[in-house]
């Protein structure tokens, strides 16, 4: 049986900082370079809790395509939307169904897609008006969140959309245009509408604020508990110094840090949350001139992932993207022996590690989230975490 030791973990991180390369460290995550379609790039944005993963890769023609990826079949190449070969997908997220979602066309003119192995890739639409769209998550219902958007005469305008088998494609609530980007298995949506982070409910768009002193928010993640995750920032993602937040309906907005606490240039973004709490993302560290994947829990706070594995198993891990109930997290490195070889990986909990316990709320009634949003916090219990099921990768 393994032990819940948070104290032990933060320990181990801090001395596999300081120790050197030849060192014995502990490893608590066994690492899988997942390959590429051919050429030298690869990243995995989301992985389900089958272990199957998705993202988009370089062919070696040079093409950049989305991809599937399991333990049994390797990297598969989803290819295009029509017959145009000059065509790029990238593929942004999975169910536990195996559907996958994301966007397909050229430069200006890209349209989202739901692909099966049985069914290949097809198109969702666009809203009415619209020209273009991108689907940016799934929840195991078929549910599709993403944006829509209008090109054209001087001037764009953009959409939020809600995709479902039997209605098609709706706005879930959008006031001001926006987009959204994550959704839970009740249908909640969390995105982006007039540079605010939003969570988009029985058709209203609920504006999430900011970080203290930050003028601009977008919402990434929601879990089934409600918990949403993303950024906050002074003034853009690209040149704002971005704070990785964790919003609940009890709560507020709370900043996760980053990395690097007290480096005026410290900066992070918040890319996952799954249904224990637990936070994957990337913070910048100034005096490595260096993005670094990040775990974060409520009870060890913020860690860098490249502190968990082997310091001499090759890798730079930059980015965690996705990560699944079991605990496995899939983002993209690079190799230490060649820094241009950018390569998705699969991280897997190992026997050493030490199952986090995160206190989550539970998920709330319609009624009890219109309340709390006017006044009260969710109620909160500590939920039962299930048993963990160790992966063995052939």
Do not use: C
């Amino acid at each position: 049986m393994m032990k819940t030791i948070h104290l032990a973990l933060a320990t181990a991180a801090l001395a596999a900082l300081a120790a050197p390369a030849e060192a014995t460290v502990p490893v608590y995550y066994s690492v899988t370079d997942l390959g590429s379609l051919g050429g030298t790039f690869s990243e995995a944005n989301d992985i389900n809790d089958l272990g199957q993963v998705v993202g988009k890769s370089v062919t070696a023609a040079g093409a950049s395509r989305g991809f599937f990826w399991d333990s049994s079949t390797g990297m598969i190449d989803l290819g295009v939307l029509g017959s145009n070969s000059a065509a790029s997908t990238a593929a942004f997220a999975l169910n536990n169904n195996g559907q996958v979602v994301g966007q397909s066309g050229t430069l200006g003119d890209y349209h989202a897609f739901v692909w099966t192995s049985a069914a290949g890739m097809a198109a969702i639409g666009e809203l009415p008006g619209d020209r273009w769209s991108i689907a940016n998550d799934i929840n195991d219902a078929g549910q599709i969140v993403g944006v829509s958007e209008f090109v054209g005469n001087g001037y764009n305008t953009s959409h939020p959309f809600l995709w479902t088998p039997g209605e098609g494609m709706v706005n879930p609530g959008d006031k001001t245009g926006g987009v959204a980007r994550g959704i839970n298995a009740t249908g909640i949506a969390a995105g982006e509408s007039g540079s605010e982070a939003i969570l988009y409910f029985g058709g209203y768009a609920f504006e999430m604020g900011f970080l203290p002193g930050d003028v601009e928010s977008d919402a990434l993640a929601i879990n089934d508990s409600w918990q949403v995750v993303g950024g906050s920032s002074t003034g853009g993602f690209f040149g704002g110094s971005p704070q990785a937040f964790l919003w609940t309906a009890a709560n507020g907005m709370t900043s996760l840090g980053n990395l690097t606490p007290g480096d005026p240039h410290g900066q992070s973004l918040a890319k996952d949350i799954n249904n224990l709490g637990q936070v994957v993302g990337w913070s910048y560290l100034s005096m490595l001139d260096a993005d670094h994947a990040f775990l974060w829990d409520s009870s060890t706070g913020m860690i860098d992932l490249n502190t968990l594995i082997d310091p001499l198993g090759g890798w730079t891990l930059s980015a965690a993207n996705g990560i699944n109930e079991l605990g496995q997290i899939v983002g993209y490195g690079y190799s230490n022996s060649d820094p241009s070889i950018r390569r998705a990986f699969l991280l897997t909990p190992q026997d050493a590690w030490p199952d986090p316990v995160a206190s989550v709320p539970e998920p709330a009634t319609w009624a009890l989230m219109i309340l709390g949003f006017a006044a009260v916090g969710f109620q909160m219990r500590r939920r039962t975490e299930p048993a963990r099921v160790m992966v063995s990768w052939a």
